[in-house]
Nanobody, 115 residues
Framework: QVQLVESGGGWVQPGGSLELSCAASGSIPSSGNTMGWYRQGSGKEREFVAHVTSHGRTTYGDSVRGRYTISRDYVKDTVTRQMNSAKVEDTDVYYC????????WGQGTQVTVSS
């Protein structure tokens, strides 16, 4: 089992920055996995945001590439998503994800971008 706890959601103005963090605990091997973020708005499908592999390779969704940065602490088993140049359309519930042959989700944290 892997447990994921997210923190850092909230409100930010357009053009601003906001950081989300996710702490993982449980049975986490040193290779063969990814940690990352998805987001989902009301009535929409869950959308891939970004992930980082156990070897440090990062992948970003088209809508966030160039504005978001994902990083991972392999000692603390945390993943952090830094959002810059926030847009109103970034408003969503953000979910932390851990995946190997298993697939786990955090409880979700709301991010609201508005003036």
């Amino acid at each position: 089992q892997v447990q994921l706890v997210e923190s850092g959601g909230g409100w930010v103005q357009p053009g601003g920055s906001l950081e989300l963090s996710c702490a993982a605990s449980g049975s986490i091997p040193s290779s063969g996995n990814t940690m990352g973020w998805y987001r989902q708005g009301s009535g929409k499908e869950r959308e891939f945001v970004a992930h980082v592999t156990s070897h440090g390779r990062t992948t970003y969704g088209d809508s966030v590439r160039g504005r978001y940065t994902i990083s991972r602490d392999y000692v603390k088993d945390t993943v952090t998503r830094q959002m810059n140049s926030a847009k109103v359309e970034d408003t969503d519930v953000y979910y932390c994800n851990y995946r190997d042959e298993r697939n786990y989700w955090g409880q979700g944290t709301q991010v609201t971008v508005s003036s």
